[in-house]
């Protein structure tokens, strides 16, 4: 008992040991550093990926505070899958700019670490820690270029509001545990709505939101987003767009999923709100942005607008939808600000969509990693997201959420507009958008993973839709 | 005898080809001849399915059905399904699959793999939604088609053509994403009165709608199909497209795509909702006819050569709808005929313009004149095909036409009536275009050839056809005529009970 009581936590123990042994290796080994650090962080994000899939999955523990059930470990395999790409993809890039120090990989490898507790937590205060860990080492990662007056600013801002947000999270928490007494998640949420607590239940969730609505960029605490993810490093804001923004949601889901009937009926108009609001803001300012990185930044927190839709389905099996398009979601973004940091050359980053003109010639392989994510976004076939959308669309009419549907349904037709655009300028222009140089095997070779497994879950999504509705089940009992 | 997926192999044959051809990205020439390879291929195992499964089965049911599980938890499987109408269909596809890479030999010179690739795997999609009996089966080659079109409007077309390939997939996804809403609906419905969801099309039809609803759902159906098809008034797309698209990109548009948008609202959106469809009768009619009158005048204006063909096209696909709307076995078949048809006879019509603009560099009427001097086997094809495009008799598209108008007739005089009328406006434009470019003064300052032998090899096809189905017109109806009974015998009393 005592053994498996330690086993299922050999995926935080991994991430946290890894972070430290770098921090080692760069105080104490600084000539070997530079060599030894990335295998460190590649082999501890892997043997977290490999730990959370393979030890069998085990109930709530640590004092009922840790969640390590399939739904954890689901998005445990998901944060090293995204953490090892994000390794990939910066392992040039950082060296090229010169931030490829043991701050930037160990703190990346402490965000990870951040992320399996955000979503595995069942309790308020385990939950509260991953966060915060994974927002301070966020905002380290972004700020990662340390002369680059962009990535200070972007990351001063996303610090910044970020606090403020995590005030409004820690004040929600309280609240909520002055009126349940209880710090547990599940038990807490899941107590009956009473003349008594309402006020304070209902207070204490809407600062929750608050929190989380940050986290996740809905509409209207999304104005930061565009700012930051243009500022950040590209292999950051693809670990940043898809990494923390799973992890909250994942928590979301989990609060929902536990949540009183009652209490449900409270949020359900909010969540409805939120979810419209952020389709067709996110969207359809995505339609006026001259610059790839802000463009995709909006694109994203559309994205969120599709799976808030469909977490409304979550009392009538829309679970498996939202984790579903969750982890299709990380492919996509992953892909996408991946691209982006392929493609750009070694001064700067290429983010003016007018350098982009005829990549689609001169880098056929990355620039197709780029346009098929960018198919996948917009929801056409024969890509994951289309599938995706399929779902997320399917669970929110199926629990009768038909008019949000409908405005999800026209938001989308309006997004097909802006990856149209950059599917023109990719392809149907002409350029001189220069030659970028070899970025080295790695970052091509997680592309082109990814590209494959878009096109994989866009074909047969049956083994990965029915892995994920057995641990929802399992979840909701 | 038939392997089992047989229809599988016909469908994913060219993408396969599609696939290779990337591989010779520095080549032009082999990836030429193995996309001819591949689809020549496709034509003769369809052809071989034709030889062989008519005499099995002589009565309009299924001829070759697969079906296999694909996403359980959805209830979605991998079903397809060949009738009469579908063969045909698909005949027309892979013929036109063949011409398209023969048309495109010359013509395209850069990024020929990328081309090609782009023609194959759209003819997937078109193969695809013309058998898939799935309804999310259905909906995704639906989706599939639109994605080779876009970059082959937007890489090979003229000037504005990139305007036209968004514009071209705006007003598809507008459709075919509020189609999405209609048919989860459907099946959720459907499910949560049987307690089994399901979205194969068998399943789905008879599903009890309150009227409300199936009027919503079939207008959504409607809009999508409506605007491949297209029906006035959301045409706009198409003039565009057409006038951007290279040659080949126009006779995929006129010969393919458009027919999905009619055989979508025969197989799918009648079937589905027949109380809706009835009602919705009359406005189809008129839309239909508003469409051969509107496209008629605009067409008579137009100055580009491609985009008159285009606008005449828009015409022949409103009398096909009046022929689906008026829905009995007469029309139905001279709808179904009429598609490949109008396949045949405005492909080659868009072929014979890119011929000229090939040689000539424009598109415009006010540049040719006296072109029958010049090139006398070439305006001798020319002059046929337009025969055929307004409906001469002996050729193709007055066997369709004139099923479509009689079988119109006996349900509706007076939409009949007024389309004859129409056909005459056809003449007219038809008629200007012919005297304008053919005969006249000649323009002395050109020196072009008369046909070569490869452009030859596609326009006899396309004569012998127009003259067989004008002439001998059974092996096609008989083909189709089963299939027309089963549908007017299922959906014909539902959208009587629909009209009361």
């Avoid at chain 1, 780029?370 to 917009?378: E, K, M, R």
């Avoid at chain 2, 689809?39 to 296999?68: C, K, N, P």
């Avoid at chain 2, 297209?230 to 010969?255: C, K, M, N, Q, R």
């Amino acid at each position: 008992m005592m053994d498996s009581g330690w086993l299922v936590i050999l995926p935080h123990i991994s991430l946290a040991a890894g972070g430290i042994l770098i921090f080692c290796a760069g105080a104490f080994m600084r000539r070997r550093a530079s060599d030894i650090i990335p295998v460190l962080a590649f082999a501890s994000a892997a043997c977290a990926g490999v730990s959370s899939a393979w030890i069998d999955p085990g109930g709530p523990g640590f004092l009922g505070m840790l969640d390590s059930g399939g739904f954890s470990r689901f998005f445990a395999v998901i944060f090293s899958l995204i953490t090892l790409m994000t390794l990939v993809f910066s392992h040039h890039y950082a060296r090229d700019r010169g931030f490829a120090g043991d701050e930037f990989y160990g703190v990346l490898l402490f965000a990870a670490l951040g992320m399996i507790l955000v979503a595995g937590a069942s309790h308020w205060l385990i939950f509260f820690l991953g966060l915060e860990l994974l927002s301070l080492s966020l905002y380290v990662l972004i700020a990662a270029r340390k002369n680059d007056p962009a990535s200070n600013e972007a990351a001063l801002k996303y610090f910044v509001m970020g606090s403020v947000a995590g005030g409004f999270l820690t004040f929600g928490i309280a609240v909520l545990y002055a009126v349940t007494g209880r710090m547990d998640i599940s038990a807490g949420l899941g107590s009956t709505m009473t003349a008594d607590n309402r006020a304070g239940l209902l207070l204490g969730l809407s600062l929750v939101m608050v929190g989380i609505g940050f986290k996740i960029s809905l509409v209207p605490f999304h104005l930061w987003t565009p700012d930051v993810y243009q500022g950040a490093p590209a292999p950051v804001t693809a670990f940043l767009s898809t990494g923390s923004k799973v992890a909250v949601f994942a928590a979301l889901l989990r609060f929902s999923l536990c949540s009183h009937e009652a209490v449900w009926a409270y949020m359900a108009p909010l969540f409805w709100g939120l979810a419209a609001l952020t389709m067709i803001v996110g969207n359809v300012t995505a339609l006026a942005q001259t610059h790839l990185k802000r463009l995709l930044a909006y694109s994203s927190i559309a994205q969120m607008g599709y799976v808030l839709m469909a977490l409304l389905a979550v009392k009538h099996g829309g679970a498996s939808a939202v984790v579903f398009y969750l982890a299709v979601y990380a492919l996509m973004d992953l892909g996408a600000f991946g691209a982006v940091a392929v493609l750009s050359g070694e001064d700067r980053e290429r983010d003016d969509l007018e350098d982009y003109r005829g990549m689609g010639y001169v880098h056929p392989w990355r620039a197709g990693l780029l346009a098929v994510c960018l198919f996948s976004l917009a929801g056409l076939p024969p890509t994951a997201g289309f599938i995706g959308k399929f779902v997320l669309f399917h669970a929110a009419i199926q629990a009768g959420y038909v008019a949000l549907a409908l405005v999800g349904i026209l938001a989308a037709i309006v997004s097909v507009y802006y990856y149209l655009r950059v599917m023109g300028i990719l392809y149907m222009r002409t350029g001189e958008c220069g030659i970028v140089p070899r970025t080295g095997i790695l970052g091509d070779g997680a592309g082109m993973m990814i590209l494959a497994l878009l096109l994989l879950l866009g074909i047969v999504p049956s083994p990965l839709l029915t892995a994920i509705s057995n641990i929802v089940s399992s979840l909701s009992h | 005898m038939i392997p089992a997926n047989l229809l599988s192999l016909i469908i994913f044959l060219p993408l396969l080809g599609g696939l290779v051809v990337l591989a010779f990205r520095r080549h032009p020439n082999p990836c030429r001849w193995i996309s001819l390879g591949t689809a020549s291929m496709d034509l003769f195992l369809i052809l071989s399915v034709y030889l062989l499964e008519i005499r099995v089965h002589q009565a309009g049911d299924w001829l070759i059905v697969e079906d296999t599980s694909w996403i359980e938890t959805l209830g979605i499987r991998y079903s397809l399904g060949l009738d009469g109408i579908s063969l045909l269909l698909i005949m027309l596809t892979s013929f036109l699959g063949i011409i398209v890479i023969l048309v495109s030999w010359t013509q395209v010179t850069s990024r020929v793999a990328l081309f090609h690739f782009f023609l194959l795997s759209m003819q997937t999609g078109v193969l695809g939604v013309f058998l898939a009996t799935d309804l999310f089966l259905f909906y995704l080659f639906w989706e599939l088609q639109v994605v080779p079109m876009f970059f082959i409007i937007g890489i090979w077309g003229h000037e504005k053509r990139i305007h036209a390939a968004v514009k071209f997939v705006l007003f598809s996804i507008t459709g075919s994403l509020l189609m999405l809403a209609a048919l989860i609906g459907i099946v959720v419905v459907h499910g949560s009165q049987t307690g089994h969801y399901s979205f194969s099309l068998f399943d789905l039809v008879g599903t009890s709608l309150s009227s409300n609803l199936e009027n919503w759902f079939f207008a959504a159906f409607l809009l999508a199909f409506a605007v491949k098809t297209p029906l006035f008034p959301v045409h706009t797309w198409l003039p565009d497209a057409h006038t951007e698209a290279p040659t080949a990109g126009s006779v995929i548009l006129a010969g393919l795509l458009l027919k999905t948008g009619t055989y979508a609202i025969l197989r799918f959106a009648f079937p589905l909702f027949p109380s809706a469809a009835g009602v919705a009768v009359p406005v189809l009619m008129v839309l239909g006819l508003s469409g051969v009158f509107y496209a008629s005048w605009i067409a008579l204006a137009q100055k580009d050569m491609k985009r008159l063909v285009a606008y005449s096209s828009i015409g022949h696909m409103g009398l096909i709808i009046v022929g689906v709307a008026a829905w009995n076995a007469m029309t139905l078949s001279g709808s179904v005929l009429q598609m490949i048809n109008h396949g045949l006879t405005t492909s080659a019509l868009f072929i014979l313009v890119g011929m000229l603009d090939e040689r000539v560099n424009s598109r415009q009427l006010s540049d040719y004149g006296g072109i029958w001097r010049k090139m006398p086997v070439f305006s001798g094809f020319f002059l046929l095909f337009c025969m055929s495009s307004l409906g001469l008799p002996g050729l193709n598209n007055f066997v369709g036409e004139i099923l479509i108008l009689l079988g119109t007739f006996k349900v509706q005089p007076a939409a009949a009536v007024i389309g004859f009328m129409g056909m005459v406006l056809v003449l007219i434009y038809v008629l200007r275009l012919i005297q304008d470019a053919f005969f006249g003064e000649p323009r002395t300052d050109w020196n072009v050839r008369d046909i070569t032998g490869r452009e030859a090899l596609i326009l006899v096809p396309f004569a012998l056809l127009v003259i067989l189905i004008g002439l001998y017109p059974h092996p096609f109806l008989d083909l189709v005529d089963g299939p027309v009974r089963n549908l007017v015998l299922e959906t014909g009393t539902a959208m009587n009970t629909g009209a009361m």
